[in-house]
């Protein structure tokens, strides 16, 4: 499993990439909220982007919209739920 600071910066270049955004992924901070108010400003397109590219490139499945808008929320919280799927089981 790649570092933490490894993984953020895949996971920016995966929003730029996927999403178009019109940034690098060097202006993405890692607890930018990345929904609502004073935001990154993803829509609910963007959402189903980034959930269908998280399982594609990672295999992270989010199963429900509550479960969605907590692992959707940053950077660092994409990074926490993908590093709890790819722990090994006795890593607790």
Not at 19 to 41: C, E, R, V
Not at 61 to 87: D, M
Request: aromatic share 2%; hydrophobic share 45%.
């Amino acid at each position: 499993m790649e570092d933490a600071q490894a993984l953020k910066q895949r996971i920016k270049e995966m929003m730029v990439e996927n999403l178009m955004l019109q940034m690098s992924a060097a202006d993405i901070k890692d607890d930018q909220t990345l929904f609502g108010p004073g935001s990154l400003g993803l829509d609910s397109v963007d959402a189903l982007q980034l959930v269908v590219a998280l399982d594609k490139n990672f295999g992270l499945k989010i199963p429900s919209p509550a479960s969605a808008k907590e692992t959707l929320h940053s950077v660092n919280s994409i990074v926490a739920a993908v590093q709890a799927k790819c722990a090994p089981p006795d890593a607790a």
